[in-house]
């Protein structure tokens, strides 16, 4: 089963979550992940995928102009209804606005008909509420994606696995 | 196939939307739909339930403290993992925050493991984008709850078309 | 005291509320409220203004991504710090998505580092939970912008007047 | 000038950083403030207090059920309309929801009439965009209410100054 993890990444914290996405989902027997930056997509993988996740980097709280471009003229052509929905976030400070992103992502995807889900708390720990977030260590000298790295992986999976249930 | 539709309701109009909304599941063939109010839930039938709707009236741009209160101490209890998860709310003004009431229970809803769906923009139109909403005619005299009876009927019939499609 | 209204406008219903929210302005004394979309900002008027009002129509239920982009490439750069911030919206469907606009703009504006303001229900009726939404009559039959005229223009006295209070 | 920082906690970790806030606020000269837990609060104090801060965990993504039932039934006959208003929030995982948390308080916030700020970015470094978060260390090993101090106290400082400025 096709999956993508579609990413805007500008210094390349937001490209290393999709891809550890994209390693966690091909945990899953029967999946086939690959990521694509926004400028770089194959949309026919797209189209043939039945799980999409999307991510961004915090800018200002919010996603970036070119992945808010991209959702308005390119992914709602890509007939994105009835897919399972995922999204993630990365961002300078533990306050910097990620899971605002992950909260607009998704309610994106809600708007093209997908079917929304992050695991949550219903597969044990780490819960995950909406989706993984990487605290990149540009500024927070504790912090850095290799903290995230597990998170990325495990969200992955489970979202693999659930398309896996729901469309094999 | 069971569907239930949980509701706070202080003056009947999210009641009525619920009921709207049950009335649209039971359009869908094999759909099985029931409306509750919050303190009256039969909690056999939500566990056996494929598809749970929730809703709350918009108290200052939140759902109610009843409802909030309910999420936390039932509603994780219920074992929705892996459900079919839809939100709607109710405002006196059309600005008056029912999208955030919907945003916030279907944040909530991602939190349990659930699946969420609007049917958004891929069922055509009318587009429902998170999830359908009444305005009542208590402050704004151009609104009322009638002229919403059919976003509310046609969601539930998305909703149960979808989670019978999924389940089944 | 100078104040602006700045917009982005596809149909001309988000536009027409921008006048609005204007008009509203100047019947407070000593307020000169000035209206821009975003291609024909004067920078040196927002300088100089104490409060800035931000607009959008909601596309998918966020804002367009031309507004998205004017926020963080000219926004960021206008020096907002310190002023009074408020937002509005418009939407074709009562559900579609504006309240989450305005909310999105409102954080924008709270990480420029501006005082966010839309009096609640502080001033009495009509409420405006966080900005005020016209429902253009596209899709709605029984809405339309004018229903929401009043709205936006107590918003814009509303607006003005603290504006003045704080800073004369 | 009287500040409140207002909050439910229920391990310690939110009550730690409401005092960290308080602390920093009362950096500011002529700042007198106090904390006070939901079921604790000095009305007389509060109705004085010429600006707000309101804290509360993430359970699920949302602020408590005890915080939200405090807002709707009591902050709302305080007369907080026209106070400065912010708002932070603590989580177990940095993913875990405390943004949202926070989005909701500013938002209820605005309701009541309050002018809500954070200093976001014109402040200069650190960046604090909605409002401070701590993730607590029951969960994450890396983290650690200590890591997130100097936010919170530089934040409760920033705070104090703009309501001196604005109010004195």
Redesign the interface.
Known sequence: MKLAVIYDSKTGNTKQAAEWIAEGMNLAEGAEARTFAIGEVDENFVAQSQGIVIGSPS???????DM??W???KA?KLG???K?GGAFATEQ????????V???I???E??????????????G?????????G?NGN??S??GME??RD?FRVYGERFAR?ALE?FS
Chains 1, 2, 3, 4 share one sequence.
């Not at 720990?125 to 977030?133: A, F, S």
């Open positions: 800018y200002c709280a919010l996603m970036t102009a808010r471009t959702l308005l003229t709602g994105l209804g009835g399972l400070y533990t306050h910097g606005g990620a899971e605002l992950i909260q607009s998704l309610t994106n809600l708007v093209f008909g997908m079917l929304c889900y992050s695991g949550g708390a219903s597969q720990k780490p819960v995950i509420h909406m989706g993984p977030i605290v500024v927070e504790h912090n903290h995230y998170y659930k729901l």
